[in-house]
């Protein structure tokens, strides 16, 4: 049982340069998430995906797109990264999106735009 | 303003000590609040949830609410070094899936 699990560890791009950030869950969980994490800021929820087949945007979504391709598997993606995107990435899952549910995160990409 | 907030810190208690870290928010809908630690570099990871006004205690960790005051607290006593992280504490915004967290406290537990 991994958990959350989250691909890659770290990355190096250019601006303009695109990619996808991997995650994956073995917990059941209904819900998944993706925040940033930024020093000063703590963690901003970029987009979430309350069930399978469903995606909403978060506090912070623009430059960003997220596929939930399975229940297991929930994807963001920087089409034409940025320097302000330069950050630490989190992805979450939950039971459900109800009240009161526990998140669980996985051990986060660091991710640097030059 | 920001929805939720917290002393940035960093704070730093002697061993053995009781540690007491803050936290308020602006959403009076917010229901469910939590409190997760982040070792450096690392993800975080929940040590409490509370909901209801008062006090919920968990081995050394105590949270208190006050929904009037918009003001959730923990405690840690007997701190130990190990306890040295980020706190973060986090509210839902009433949405259900929307949380919202704070930039975090910096807790030192000196040998």
């Known amino acids: 049982n991994a958990g959350v699990t989250q691909t890659p560890k770290f990355q190096v791009l250019k601006t303009g340069q695109s990619m996808t950030l991997q995650c994956a869950q073995d917990m059941n969980h209904n819900s998944m998430y993706w925040y940033r994490q930024d020093p000063g800021m703590g963690l901003r929820l970029i987009y979430y995906?309350?069930?399978?087949?469903?995606?909403d945007k978060g506090e912070v979504p623009n430059g960003y797109n997220v596929s939930r391709l399975n229940k297991r598997e929930f994807s963001l993606r920087l089409e034409s990264a940025a320097p302000s995107q330069t950050s630490v990435y989190f992805c979450a899952s939950s039971v459900s999106p109800a009240l009161g549910e526990t998140q669980y995160f996985g051990p986060g990409t660091r991710l640097l735009v030059l | 303003q920001k929805e939720v907030e917290q002393n940035s810190g960093p704070l730093s208690v002697p061993e053995g000590a009781i540690a007491s870290l803050n936290c308020t928010y602006s959403?009076?809908?917010?229901?469910?609040f939590f409190w997760y630690r982040q070792y450096s570099g690392k993800s975080p990871e929940l040590i409490m949830s509370i909901y209801s006004n008062g006090d919920k205690e968990d081995g050394r960790f105590t949270a208190q609410l006050n929904k009037a005051s918009q003001y959730v607290s923990l405690l840690i006593r007997d701190s130990q070094p190990s306890d040295s992280a980020t706190y973060l504490c986090a509210a839902t915004g009433g949405l259900g899936n929307d949380m919202r967290f704070g930039a975090g406290t910096r807790l030192t537990v000196k040998p």
């Open positions: 959403d009076r809908g917010s229901q469910s």
């Open positions: 995906s309350a069930s399978e087949g469903t995606t």
